[in-house]
C-alpha cells in the first residue's frame, strides 16, 4: 500500500512543462496583438477625425469637425455591422463573455476569423469615437490566439482553456502593464478552476508579456499617483464608496441590458443596430467630446484632480450614455475603461464630501470599486488599480471598498454584466466555486472493508443460488483466487459465459478495473462512470490485486454527505458546553 505522506497536494506531471513552454510563446504574441490593437485605434482615429493616414496617438476630442463629428460613429456602426453579418457575429460584443462562453460552453475552441476581425472592428469602433476600452476586444484576440495555438496540438479541452485564458490574460497585461491582476482576472473569472494546470501558464504568460511590454510601450505605472496615508475615519468613507460604487454597477449593468431589450424590439435587423448606437456616440461627442474613444487621458485627469465639478458632472452623463446604448447596441468593444472612468467621476463627485483622507484618494476607490463590483471580481479590482498607479497607501482603502462594491451587488444583482449576455443565450454560470468534497477524500476513507467475495473454485451454479438468488444484496461481486481479485461478476456475466463451470470460468475473460486506497474519490468517479460500472474493487496494490475492499456509488456519495452537513448543520458549541458545566453543578 502506498504510505499516506506520498500523496500530492496537486495533481501534476510534467506534460505541465509543455503548456507553460507553449504559454510563454502566447505571452509574447498577445502583446504583440496588444500592440498591433492599439497601433490600429491610433489609425483609425487619424483617420477619422483628422483625415491623415497616421499612427500618432491623438484624442478625438481634438477633432475640429463641428457637427461632422455626429455621422463619424455611425459610419463606424455600419463598418461593424457588416463585419459582423457577412463576417463573424461573435465580434459583437466586449469580449469577456464571448471568452466565457467559448470555455465553458465551446470546448475551447476559437475560430481564426475572430482572432483577425475582433481587433480590427474594435479598432474601427473605437478609433471613430467609441467609447469603449481595448482590454475587452485584446482578451478576446489573445484568447483566440491561444485557442487556435493549442488546436495545432494534441490536447485536451482542458489544456485548450488553459492557454485560452493563458492568451487573454496577457492581452491584458499587455495594455495595462497589470500582470498581477491579470492573474487574478483569470483565477476570479476566466479558469473556473484553481490548478497548477492552468494557474501557472497563465501566471507565465502575463510575466513574459511584462517584460516584453516595456520595449513596446512606456515603462512604469499607466497613472502614476500618491496619496496621504490612510487614517481611520478613511475605512467609512470606503464603505459609502462601496455602497455607492455598488450602486453604480447595479445602475449600468441594468441600463445596459434594458437598452439591449430595446434594440430587439427594432423592426430592423441586428446588423443596423451599432449605427444606431453611433448616432447616439456621436451626439454626445459633439455635447462632449472628451467623452469619445477609449478616455485614458480623461481617467488621468480624474485621477490628478485636474476637472472641474461642472465638467466632470456632464463627462460622466455622456459618457454614461454614450456607453450604454452604444455597448447595448451590440457594437464592438471593452467595458473596464469606461467602468474606469465613470467609477473615477463619481469618485471625484464625491470625493469633497467623503469623511476622513483627502478627496484626490476618492476617485481612485470609487474607480476600483465600480469595477470589482460589476465584474464580481473584488481582488483583481483592487490589485487592478494598485498596478495601474503603484500607490501602495490606497491598499487598504481600495481592498475595503472593493469589497463592499462586491459585496453589494451580489445581493443585489442576480448575475454581473459578464454571465447576464451569457444567460440571455440560454446558459447558466454558477460563480461559486471550492475544492470537490471528492477530491479532498480517498477510496481507502470511503471503502466498504467488510465484503462479500466470490471464491473462483466455486461452481456458476451454487453462485448462482447463494449470491443472485431471490436475497441478492448486491449488484455485482469480487471474484477472487487465494485472496487476488480476479474479476467483477454480476447477473449478465452469466449471459456472457454459458455454460461456464466456476465463478473464475465466468470471469476469465473479462477486463479488472480495481483502484487502490490512495486514488480520490473524484478520480474514482470519473472512471466508474467512463466504465458504466457501479461497484470497484480496491486492491492493496495492482500488482498483487489482494482485495481489502470495495468502493460502490453510495460510498461515493459520503464526502458530498459531509460537505452537506458542514455547510447546512448549524452548531452553538459554546452554548452547549454551558449547559453542560450548568448541569454538572
Known sequence: MQSAHARRDFAADFHLVRIAAIAAVLGVLSTLAGAFLLYLIRVFTNLFFFQELSGVARSPALNTLGLWVIPV??????????????????????????????ILFGRSRMSAKVALLKPLSSGIVIGSGGPFGAEGPIIMTGGSIGS?????FHLTSAERKTLLVAGAVAGMTA????????????????????RP???????????????????????????????????????IGC??????????????????????DGFARLPIHWMWWPALGGLVVGIGGYLEPRALGVGYDVIGDLLYSH?????????????????????????????????LMLGAALGAVLGPYMPGGHAAMWPLVFMAATLGGMMRAPVMAAVFALELTN???????????????????????????????????????????????????????????????????????????????????????????????????????????????????????????????????????????????????????????????????????????????????????????????????
Request: aromatic share 6%; net charge neutral.
Open 197 to 235: 494546470r492552468s494557474l501557472l501558464p497563465a501566471a507565465i504568460a502575463c510575466a513574459v508579456a511584462g517584460f516584453l511590454r516595456t520595449y513596446l510601450f512606456d515603462p512604469g505605472p499607466l497613472f502614476p499617483l500618491q496619496t496621504a496615508a490612510v487614517v481611520p475615519a478613511d475605512l
Open 148 to 152: 487556435l495555438i493549442a488546436q495545432l
Open 307 to 339: 476637472l472641474s465639478i461642472a465638467v466632470i458632472v456632464a463627462l460622466l452623463s455622456c459618457k454614461a450614455i454614450m456607453w450604454v446604448i452604444a455597448l447595448g447596441s451590440g457594437t464592438s468593444g471593452g467595458v473596464l475603461a469606461p467602468l
Open 175 to 194: 495594455i495595462f502593464g497589470t500582470p498581477v491582476a491579470a492573474v487574478l482576472m483569470a483565477v476570479e473569472l476566466l479558469l473556473f478552476e484553481l
Open 73 to 102: 460613429p455611425v459610419v463606424g456602426g455600419i463598418i461593424v455591422g457588416l463585419m459582423a453579418r457577412y463576417g463573424s457575429e461573435k465580434i459583437r460584443g466586449h469580449g469577456i463573455p464571448e471568452a466565457i462562453e467559448a
Open 391 to 585: 500607490d501602495m497607501n490606497a491598499l487598504l482603502p481600495l481592498l475595503a471598498s472593493c469589497s463592499i462594491a462586491y459585496g453589494f451587488t451580489v445581493l443585489v444583482m442576480p448575475r454581473s454584466i459578464l454571465t447576464e449576455k451569457i444567460a440571455r443565450r440560454g446558459y447558466h454560470i454558477y460563480r461559486e466555486y471550492g475544492i470537490d468534497p471528492l477530491e479532498r477524500q480517498h477510496a481507502g476513507e470511503v471503502m466498504t472493508r467488510d465484503v462479500m467475495a466470490i471464491d473462483a473454485s466455486l461452481s456458476a451454479q451454487a453462485v448462482l443460488e447463494r449470491f443472485f438468488g431471490t436475497d441478492q444484496r448486491h449488484r455485482a461481486f469480487p471474484v477472487v483466487d487465494q485472496g487476488r481479485v480476479v474479476g467483477m461478476l454480476d447477473r449478465s456475466s452469466f449471459d456472457r459465459a454459458a455454460g461456464a463451470a466456476t465463478a473464475g470460468d465466468l470471469v476469465a475473460d473479462m477486463a479488472v478495473p480495481t483502484t487502490t486506497p490512495d486514488e480520490t474519490c473524484r478520480s474514482l468517479a470519473a472512471r466508474m462512470a467512463a466504465l458504466k460500472i457501479e461497484r470497484i474493487a480496491v486492491v492493496a496494490d495492482e500488482a498483487e490485486r489482494r482485495l481489502i475492499g470495495i468502493v460502490s456509488r453510495s460510498d461515493l456519495l459520503k464526502p458530498s454527505a459531509a460537505l452537506f452537513d458542514e455547510e447546512h448543520r448549524r452548531e452553538q458549541l459554546i452554548g452547549n458546553i454551558m449547559q453542560q458545566l450548568t448541569r454538572r453543578r
Open 239 to 260: 464603505v459609502l464608496a462601496g455602497l455607492c460604487a455598488g450602486a453604480l454597477a447595479w445602475l449600468l449593468s441594468t441600463a445596459l441590458y434594458k437598452v439591449e
